[in-house]
């Protein structure tokens, strides 16, 4: 160490300047995330060597390879047919429209990341509420928080959940079996909340209704040899992903073999300097950002782990729930919940991950800590619709709606959000005591 420091105390301070700094959004935070890293190794709290095993490149290459997948397939519009497919289906009825688009939103972010999904469907939505001539506001609310619980049932659905997955050993069939059931139950209290609030109180006229349903939906597919293929990669990674114990292949190596393939086989058919514009492109959408905040973060919480930091913390927990696993559940499902209202929950989750771990030995042994995992995702991820710096889908929609004029503001949303999360919240630890305890 340098000037003969604890590593402990040096390590626990880049960690909090850290975080403090990407928490003020002062400064990009995938800058001062591997800064924070970068000051882990310069200050001998890690070698690089130490510093690489930190990374989880798991996380990181189903991230990339997702992020990929994504690219490729919106070019044949499919996104924009499904929405437009939903305002339809339920012939232009405002109150129809809100309850399938929040359907839509979140099967879609089940199997993308939030980020991605309302990027694609909030701009069809602003054009059908248009169309419609009715209030824009409670359809993009109604999207984020759909969107951050859609991806709360799914290993890929959102990054949480991926870091998750990825540190604990746990696969795609795991999360389906243990999340997806409560998810089905908190979006059904969601659609019925909605609809009380909004739903049954938003009326169209018929001309505007007319409008909605002379849109063409089937032009929206622009390139349908791209659909085709993009349908059919996808299916076959999601079959992977449940297949995959006995494949023996880890997520990421699934998604980025997958990604190139659909890559591959997206330029077959064209010539050499065309396919290179394709592919930089594609290269282009990938939300770098996020990775090298991943790599970053992933570097300064391997810090704090490694000086011993955080089994004194893990110690003091266990002390406080008294090795009680289900006191232990409920204070990470609440405290991930409203802690990830405030604070971004990628690097909450990432500081909760090895904490968690160290909590084994003394509640059982890792087979325990399943319900701790899942009590980590749902507070997490869900409590990330509590305000509107809560998820980064919520400030992409706020992001989106104040460049067309429409008020979405943190009071505004957090009025509306909050109660609508501590609702998901109680009905997730409801479920824990019932299936787990």
């Given amino acids: 160490m340098i000037f003969g420091l604890s590593p402990v105390w040096v390590a626990a301070v880049i960690l909090v300047v850290t975080y403090v700094l990407v928490i003020s959004d002062r400064f990009d935070r995938s800058i001062i995330a591997i800064l924070g890293g970068g000051t882990m190794i310069l200050s001998g709290v890690l070698t690089q060597d130490e510093a690489i095993k930190g990374v989880d490149f798991?996380?990181?290459?189903?991230?990339?390879?997702?992020?990929?997948?994504?690219?490729?397939?919106?070019?044949?519009?499919?996104?924009?047919?499904?929405?437009?497919?939903?305002?339809?289906?339920?012939?232009?009825?405002?109150?129809?429209?809100?309850?399938?688009?929040?359907?839509?939103?979140?099967?879609?972010?089940?199997?993308?990341?939030?980020?991605?999904?309302?990027?694609?469907?909030?701009?069809?939505?602003?054009?059908?509420?248009?169309?419609?001539?009715?209030?824009?506001?409670?359809?993009?609310?109604?999207?984020?928080?759909?969107?951050?619980?859609?991806?709360?049932?799914?290993?890929?659905?959102?990054?949480?959940?991926?870091?998750?997955?990825?540190?604990?050993?746990?696969?795609?069939?795991?999360?389906?079996?243990?999340?997806?059931?409560?998810?089905?139950?908190?979006?059904?209290?969601?659609?019925?909340?909605?609809?009380?609030?909004?739903?049954?109180?938003?009326?169209?006229?018929?001309?505007?209704?007319?409008?909605?349903?002379?849109?063409?939906?089937?032009?929206?597919?622009?390139?349908?040899?791209?659909?085709?293929?993009?349908?059919?990669?996808?299916?076959?990674?999601?079959?992977?992903?449940?297949?995959?114990?006995?494949?023996?292949?880890?997520?990421?190596?699934?998604?980025?073999?997958?990604?190139?393939?659909?890559?591959?086989?997206?330029?077959l058919a064209h010539h050499r300097e065309v396919q290179l514009q394709k592919v930089a492109g594609t290269y282009g959408d990938i939300d770098w950002i996020t990775i090298f905040f991943f790599v970053g973060l992933f570097v300064v919480v391997h810090g704090l782990e490694v000086t011993g930091a955080l089994g004194v913390i893990a110690g003091q927990l266990v002390a406080a729930v008294h090795g009680n696993l289900a006191l232990a559940a409920s204070v990470i499902l609440w405290a991930s919940a409203l802690l990830s209202a405030v604070v971004d929950n990628i690097p909450f989750v990432a500081a909760m991950i090895p904490l968690i771990k160290l909590l084994a030995p003394e509640l059982g042994g890792d087979e325990a800590l399943l319900p701790l995992w899942w009590s980590l995702s749902l507070g997490a991820c869900l409590g990330g619709n509590g305000t509107l710096i809560g998820a980064s889908a919520n400030l992409t929609v706020a992001g989106i709606a104040q460049r067309n004029g429409i008020r979405f503001d943190f009071l505004t949303y957090s009025k509306y959000a909050a109660p609508l999360t501590l609702m998901s919240v109680a009905i997730c630890q409801i479920y824990l005591w019932l299936r787990y305890f």
């Fill in 58 to 267: 798991n996380t990181i290459a189903l991230l990339t390879g997702m992020m990929v997948l994504v690219s490729v397939a919106r070019r044949s519009g499919i996104f924009e047919y499904l929405a437009i497919w939903s305002a339809q289906l339920v012939k232009g009825s405002p109150a129809g429209v809100l309850c399938l688009l929040s359907l839509v939103t979140a099967v879609v972010s089940a199997l993308l990341d939030n980020v991605t999904t309302v990027l694609l469907i909030a701009p069809v939505t602003l054009s059908i509420t248009q169309r419609l001539r009715v209030p824009p506001f409670p359809f993009l609310i109604c999207e984020v928080l759909a969107s951050n619980i859609g991806g709360t049932a799914t290993l890929i659905g959102d990054p949480p959940n991926i870091m998750i997955g990825s540190a604990a050993g746990l696969t795609f069939n795991d999360f389906v079996l243990h999340l997806t059931p409560v998810i089905l139950v908190v979006m059904a209290c969601q659609v019925v909340a909605t609809h009380l609030l909004w739903g049954r109180s938003t009326e169209a006229t018929s001309a505007a209704r007319a409008e909605v349903m002379a849109l063409d939906a089937a032009s929206a597919i622009v390139d349908r040899r791209l659909l085709v293929q993009s349908v059919s990669v996808f299916v076959v990674i999601l079959l992977a992903f449940v297949f995959a114990r006995f494949i023996h292949l880890d997520p990421g190596t699934i998604a980025l073999g997958g990604a190139a393939t659909l890559m591959l086989v997206d330029n």
